[in-house]
């Protein structure tokens, strides 16, 4: 359950970022680095091009993943799984 609510957060934290500047990278919270759950997720999201990282750790959304998390905002995100 506390891994949902994470990785959920780095998703929703990437957009609104993502929202502000394009271009930034984000680097992520240690609690979320040390997370398996969110490294799988960061590993996904990267091999599907959802999400851009530059060294681990530092990512961002790509505009294909801005545009997927816009679509399940509409779709009641938090009750979707994002890939």
């Known amino acids: ?6 990785c959920e957060g780095l998703i929703v934290d990437l957009a609104e970022r993502y929202e502000e500047n394009p271009g930034q990278f984000v680097q992520l919270p240690q609690p979320t680095i040390d997370s398996a759950a969110a490294r799988q997720m960061v590993a996904e999201l990267r091999n599907e091009g959802y999400v851009e990282e530059e060294v681990r750790g530092v990512v961002r959304l790509t505009p294909r993943g801005y545009q997927l998390y816009k679509k399940r905002v509409g779709n009641s995100f938090v009750a979707t799984r994002w890939v």
């Open 1 to 6: 359950m506390l891994e949902t609510t994470l």
